[in-house]
């Protein structure tokens, strides 16, 4: 709830600045609360549409996405990377 909160706090303040990623079947693979608060204050909402992928694909896709981000503590990050490596 308190991650919604500012990220929602910032949309509101700057727009939404990082775009979704959505398969071409309309699945978000990454963005989902973006979605969610740019729906709650009607704003539209960029997004990047990505090709055919599989289900490994996809899981590699988010995996990626979330890896990058600087959100994540570096244990958490340590703990993906044990998780692939397994």
Do not use: M, Y
């Not at 939404?16 to 909402?45: M, N, S, T, W, Y």
């Amino acid at each position: 709830p308190e991650l919604f909160r500012l990220l929602e706090a910032d949309i509101l303040q700057r727009g939404i600045l990082v775009p979704i990623f959505q398969a071409e079947d309309g699945e978000i693979l990454d963005g989902k609360v973006r979605q969610a608060i740019a729906e709650k204050h009607g704003l539209d909402c960029p997004r990047i549409i990505v090709g055919r992928l599989s289900g490994e694909e996809r899981k590699a896709l988010r995996k990626s996405l979330n890896v990058l981000r600087r959100h994540l503590t570096r244990e958490q990050l340590r703990q993906l990377i044990r998780w692939e490596l397994l």
